[in-house]
């Protein structure tokens, strides 16, 4: 069995654009796995094997690569840095035990590494910091140093300064051992010199070196107390032990710098990664939870002793068939082993298990706790099972994934593909749990749905390429909803008298707005058997049957509470079917009265322009009904946020880049729902009836 504390599962992750794919690619060349560094903007990287990565140059799908340094494990996943892609890292760091967070020098902390740093926080995920692209124009170390501080409300522990700036970096000074490393222009990330600290630097070395120490040995009071009463210094151990410590548990994140396009700096941040992030035991275990998703109280630990319990966390289709990517948290999985998957009930049998290298693979034939592997072939395992021992059956907290917000109508343009596309789409709908789809009833069309514009047309460019399913594209739609807002009370009769027995039912109920976010809620006040207690969840059923098709223009009910006040039966003729056809009378009579009013899904928007923009990208996002909340100058130009609805901001970028010459930058991701003023509710519900009519 191999040493767990050798094993390091980490993550890497960032805004689009910080260099993630580029440092990873580093850390394969420095570890000997790859000979040949690809680059990202000649599409050549080895995580991003996807043609449509390739050719965009940004990553798609998190990809897992393993490699060694100083005689430790490292499994790296890189994860997509673009919002519409944001349930990728969700998942990825739901199974690691660690992560670098990638900033870019000039860019600072940009939108998308704040949502991916709350992710972090909320999976409890210690990391280290790398300020990359020092090398580039309006680089600024100590600037990035400060907006972690500010904007993620994290404590950076500088572990490095560089030395020079901009064209002139050539490397780091390390403050424990105070050794310059000094990069040649060589570009190879092997020929750098170590030297003493460069004379102009010493005071700042001194300084920075002294806050580091300080912030670690908060960590031991022991030694804290002796720094301070005594003046002397802890060992090199004992500060190392500190930092680690602190690291563990969140207090400080260690944070280096460097450029991992001109190879300088990458090293110190491996050695890092061994010395100062939590080997799998060190992390506290996965709570395990019942069926519902309720905590049991026990937990995963860490060993290969212990029963299997593992996670699956994604699920990719190649040309070598499916493969299920798997945390193991406990215990042993060995090939031709048969596992239990809780969430099916139903059995597996483990076939090929192989070690994933990006785009190649390795076949093994054993796995043990704090692996992570991948196994071709299984038929029933979605993104988020847990798999176990068959006598020892338990779930691992499940994971929760965002509701999409846009969809597309697609048809494929031979009609002889309809079958080729549906098993496709189900592939894919198996692969990303944050994309969906369905068929329209009355229509027959086939709606795609996800998380933003860029999500959906890759979605459609992989069903052309890789399935060879060409499809014709419908206008993007807005996923609309309806809510109240007043509160009726009411009564409703359902009477069937036909030959033999009849049906009846009667409902006096109340319909009120819920608070918002809260979904559907019913209860019920009946006193003295006037609607008999087996009849209430018919009631009930047939309500919340009705949430999913308003009475304004046929879209999902949100926030509704409802509750039965009283009623009546009939000894024969009343069931549980004439009370649930009651209810759904009830609904379509009531909304009306209630004051329906639509919804639409409002977007947190972050935009970022260059100064001289300003006022007209503030003038366009008012105009698409935007409302600004801050704004915020930087170094390279001024970052806006704002809430704007999604119908608006189709096809922005495109407007956005004619506005800012190409410079603008912009990401969003839904924020909540909020009513639609009268006019955009009159043209959508005009719409909506439209179609109805033509279908």
Known sequence: ????????????????????????????????????????????????????????????????????WKKHRLNVIDTPGHVDFTVEVYRSLKV?????????????????????????????????????????????????????????????????????????????????????????????PENY???????????????????????????DEDLMMAYLEEGEEPSMEDIKRCIREGTRTLQFFPTYCGSAFKNKGVQLVLDAVVDYLPSPTEVDPQELTDEEGNPTGEVATVSADEPLRALAFKIMDDRFGALTFIRIYSGVMKKGDTILNSAT????????????????????????AGDILAVVGMKNVQTGHTLCDVK????????????????IAVAPKDKGAVDKMGIAIGKMVAEDPSFRVETDEDSGETILKGMGELHLDIKVDILKRTYGVELIVGEPQVAYR???????????????????????????????????GTGFAFSSSVVGGNVPKEFWPAVEKGFAAMMNEGVLAGFPVLDVEVELVDGAYHAVDSSAIAFEIAAKGAFRQSMPKAGAQLLEPTMKVDVFSPEDNVGDVIGDLNRRRGMIKDQEAGATGVRIKADVPLSEMFGYIGHLRTITSGRGQFSMEFSHYTPCPQQVAEKVIAEAKARKEAK
């Open 1 to 68: 069995m191999t040493d767990l504390s050798k094993y390091r599962n980490i993550g890497i992750f960032a805004h689009v654009d910080a260099g993630k794919t580029t440092t990873t690619e580093r850390i394969l060349k420095l570890t000997g796995k790859i000979h040949k560094t690809g680059e990202v903007h000649d599409g050549e990287s080895t995580t991003d094997f996807m043609e449509q990565e390739a050719e965009r140059g940004i990553t798609i799908q998190s990809a897992a690569v393993t490699c060694e």
């Open 96 to 188: 690691l035990d660690g992560g670098i967070g990638v900033f870019c020098g000039s860019g600072g902390v940009e939108p998308q590494s704040e949502t991916n740093w709350r992710y972090a926080n909320e999976s409890e995920v210690a990391r280290v910091i790398f300020v990359n692209k020092l090398d580039r124009l309006g680089a600024d170390f100590y600037r990035v140093v400060d907006q972690v501080k500010n904007v993620l409300a994290a404590n950076p522990l500088v572990m490095v300064l560089p030395i020079g700036t901009e064209d002139e970096f050539v490397g780091v000074v390390d403050l424990l051992s105070r050794k310059a490393y000094v990069w040649d222009d060589s570009g190879l």
């Open 193 to 219: 010199e170590v030297q003493d600290v460069p004379a102009d630097m010493a005071d700042d070395v001194e300084m920075y070196r002294e806050q580091l120490i300080e912030t670690a040995l908060e960590v």
């Open 345 to 368: 009930g139903k059995t597996e049998r483990i076939g090929r298990m192989v070690e994933m290298q990006a785009d190649d693979r390795n076949e093994i034939s054993e796995a043990q």
């Open 392 to 407: 020892h059956p338990c779930t691992l907290e499940a994971m929760v994934f965002p509701e999409p917000v846009i969809s």
């Open 482 to 516: 309806e809510t109240i807002t007043m509160p009726v009370e009411d009564s409703y009769t359902h009477k069937k008298q036909s030959g033999g027995s009849g049906q009846y039912g009667k409902i006096d109920y109340k319909i009120r707005p819920a608070e918002p």
